[in-house]
């Protein structure tokens, strides 16, 4: 049998389109974790959109790794003049035609494990839909937006912490959120 190149661990990159409520550094920061998941031939999954998916998606391109997008748009038309949506760092782009919404539902069930970076109500959005799908999660702490309450709404829910890794180094994040999905896989099996 042949080896793949890359494993079938399939990671969800998850933030602000938008970064001004961000880090000044979160474009480094995510361009770092896309790098490190393309160190760990991870692939990696984004919703084809701007800011700190699109930073992840180049580190992750420009070091070899498989990057996929999932486009709210029907087509590669309405992905470019509708939303205005950028294709770079981009291996293939699925275009789901559902919207913000149904697109971050598909992606965040799509994933192993989601790491969340800054973020506005979208991520959000993708943070609630992966606790509740008992995903394993990583959250760049301190990386601005509303990653800020992601603690306190996990405390406030009342439903246990999750599958949810805390923590600032990029690098770490990504080496403890492939652990956790590795531990997860192995216990489907």
Not at 4 to 9: A, E, L, Q, R, V
Not at 22 to 47: F, M, P, S, W
Request: aromatic share 8%; charged share 25%; with cysteine.
């Amino acid at each position: 049998m042949i080896e793949p190149i890359f494993s079938n661990i399939k990671i969800v990159i998850s933030g602000a389109a938008v970064t001004t409520p961000c880090r000044e550094d979160v474009h480094q920061l995510a361009y770092e974790i896309g790098k490190e998941l393309a160190n760990h031939r991870v692939i990696v999954l984004t919703g084809a959109t701007t800011g700190t998916p699109l930073w992840a998606a180049k580190g992750a391109y420009e070091n070899g790794g498989i990057v996929i997008g999932l486009s709210p748009a029907r087509s590669y038309k309405e992905h470019l003049n509708v939303y205005k949506l950028p294709i770079d760092y981009h291996h293939t782009i699925l275009y789901t035609g559902e919207g913000y919404s149904g697109r971050n539902l598909l992606l965040t069930k799509m994933g192993d494990g989601v790491i969340f970076i800054c973020g506005r109500i979208g991520t959000l959005n993708e943070f609630t839909i992966a606790f509740e799908e008992e995903k394993p999660m990583g959250v760049l702490v301190g990386s601005g937006g509303t990653e800020e309450y992601f603690m306190e709404i996990v405390e406030k829910a009342k439903r246990g912490r999750g599958k949810i890794i805390w923590e600032r180094d990029p690098k770490v994040l990504v080496e403890k959120l492939i652990e956790l999905v590795k531990i997860e896989i192995e216990e489907k099996i």
